[in-house]
Nanobody, 120 residues
Framework: QVQLRESGGGLVQAGGSLRLSCAAS????????MAWYRQAPGKDREFVAA????????DYADSVKGRFTISRDNAKNTGYLQMNSLKPEDTADYYC???WGTGPGRYDYWGQGTQVTVSS
């Protein structure tokens, strides 16, 4: 059983940056693909970014390409989401997830989320 804990959310002005972290425990983080999803108030959860276990493959939602970067440090059992040039529409709860492959439905373990608010 893998436990995930997100951190790094907060309030930031438009154009600013935040780095989210996802700390894993209780499992072999280095074996799993990892993803970030987000859910804005009143909206469905949506995919943000994914990275495979070896960090050789990454994927991004069109809405964040060129602004967000997903990465991981397997030695630290931690994943990251660097978010630059933030926009008010990036406001959401952000969740990390891990599983045996990238792609929809492949993630078995989820964190509790961290809130990101971008003011205009």
């Amino acid at each position: 059983q893998v436990q995930l804990r997100e951190s790094g959310g907060g309030l930031v002005q438009a154009g600013g940056s935040l780095r989210l972290s996802c700390a894993a425990s209780g499992g072999t983080f280095s074996s799993y693909a990892m993803a970030w999803y987000r859910q804005a108030p009143g909206k469905d959860r949506e995919f943000v970014a994914a990275i495979d276990w070896s960090a050789t493959y990454t994927d991004y939602a069109d809405s964040v390409k060129g602004r967000f970067t997903i990465s991981r440090d397997n030695a630290k059992n931690t994943g990251y989401l660097q978010m630059n040039s933030l926009k008010p529409e990036d406001t959401a709860d952000y969740y990390c997830a891990v599983g045996w492959g990238t792609g929809p439905g492949r993630y078995d373990y989820w964190g509790q989320g961290t809130q990101v608010t971008v003011s205009s």
